[in-house]
Structures are given as C-alpha cells and as structure tokens.
C-alpha cells in the first residue's frame, strides 16, 4: 500500500519561507511523478508544481514560480517544496501527490495516491 505523509506546514510572515517534505512508501519511490498541489478555502485544488520520475524535468504553476522548488531524494524517499518570499495568497493546506505516468500532469484526477495534506498559513 503507497503512503504519503507531508510534514513542515506551519504559520510564517509574509516574505518568509517554509520547507514542505513528503515521505513516499510501499512502492519504488523512482517509478513515480511526484506534484505538488493546494487548496484554499472555498476554492478548487489547484496545481502548485510537479517533478519527473528521473528528477530532471519540473514544472511550476505560474503564482510561485521563481520562489518555489521542488527536489526529491531518492536515497530517503522523500520530495520537497521550499517556499520562499511567501505571500498571504499562499495559504492553503498543500498536498503531495504521487502519479504512475513519465510526464507531470496538472490535473489532480490524473495522480494514483495523495497524502493527508498540511496547512501554511501566511500573515501579512
């Protein structure tokens, strides 16, 4: 069975930055495309960032690009989303989401297994 446990969410200022991680088990981590989504109060999932299964090729929606990243290390299992120079308009619970496909999808249908989710929120 695939779990995905996100950790790292929290309360930060406006400006500052958070690192989220999300620890991948039950199948060979490498097989995966891993994204990054979000969702706001009120308001649909929303595709953040994704990553191929090789870690070369990203994709990033165009509300963080320049300020997020995504990496993943494969010795752990794990993939990350650095924030920087948050914005209040970031808040939201941030999901990790792993997909059985060779290219980075944005639609959320289009990913197997999703983790739990963890809140950010940021103050202005």
């Known amino acids: 069975q695939v779990q995905l446990v996100e950790s790292g969410g929290g309360l930060v200022q406006a400006g500052g930055s958070l690192r989220l991680s999300c620890a991948v088990s039950?199948?060979?981590?490498?097989?995966?495309?891993m994204g990054w989504f979000r969702q706001a109060p009120g308001k649909e999932r929303e595709f953040v960032g994704g990553?191929?299964?090789?870690?070369?090729?990203?994709n990033y929606a165009d509300s963080v690009k320049g300020r997020f990243t995504i990496s993943r290390d494969y010795a752990k299992d794990t993939v990350s989303l650095q924030m920087n120079s948050l914005k209040p308009e970031d808040t939201a619970v941030y999901y990790c989401?792993?997909?059985?496909?060779?290219?980075?999808?944005?639609?959320?249908?289009?990913?197997?297994?999703w983790g739990q989710g963890t809140q950010v929120t940021v103050s202005s």
């Open positions: 039950g199948r060979t981590f490498s097989s995966f495309v």
């Open positions: 989401a792993a997909g059985i496909r060779r290219t980075i999808a944005t639609m959320p249908a289009l990913y197997n297994y």
């Open positions: 990553l191929s299964w090789s870690g070369i090729t990203t």
